[in-house]
Nanobody, 124 residues
Framework: VQLQASGGGLVQAGDSLRLSCAAS????????MGWFRRAPGKEREFVGGTTWSGQTTVYADSVKGRFTISRDNAVNTAYLQMNSLKVEDTAIYYC??????????????????WGQGTLVTVSS
């Protein structure tokens, strides 16, 4: 499946932003989705993910309670709603997909398909 992430930008601390990940090429509902990010000078890290139906979502502790992942299989799109943004949320955000096994994976190597990334910059 091909993925296109969008919605990044420059915001201030405390603001909100919604990222989108549009999928094409395969049946979107067959895929579990993950969101990852890479901050400057750091490794890519898991942000959160959702199973094919959206029934199960998992979040990294660093974003729990502030970020919400959802998906709309009818329009082949996953979303990452980010509220109460912090300077440390500054990163390139990636969406990723893997054929559904009914569980969210936190590991980059378990996702076969990746979007190109969208930059989120949070200023103080």
């Amino acid at each position: 499946v091909q993925l296109q992430a969008s919605g990044g930008g420059l915001v201030q601390a405390g603001d909100s932003l919604r990222l989108s990940c549009a999928a094409s090429g395969r049946t979107f509902s067959l895929y579990d989705m993950g969101w990852f990010r890479r901050a400057p000078g750091k490794e890519r890290e898991f942000v959160g993910g959702t199973t094919w139906s959206g029934q199960t979502t998992v979040y990294a502790d660093s974003v729990k309670g502030r970020f919400t992942i959802s998906r709309d299989n009818a329009v082949n799109t996953a979303y990452l709603q980010m509220n109460s943004l912090k300077v440390e949320d500054t990163a390139i955000y990636y969406c990723a997909a893997r054929r559904s096994v009914g569980q969210v994976s936190r590991f980059t190597e378990e996702y076969a398909d990746w979007g190109q990334g969208t930059l989120v910059t949070v200023s103080s």
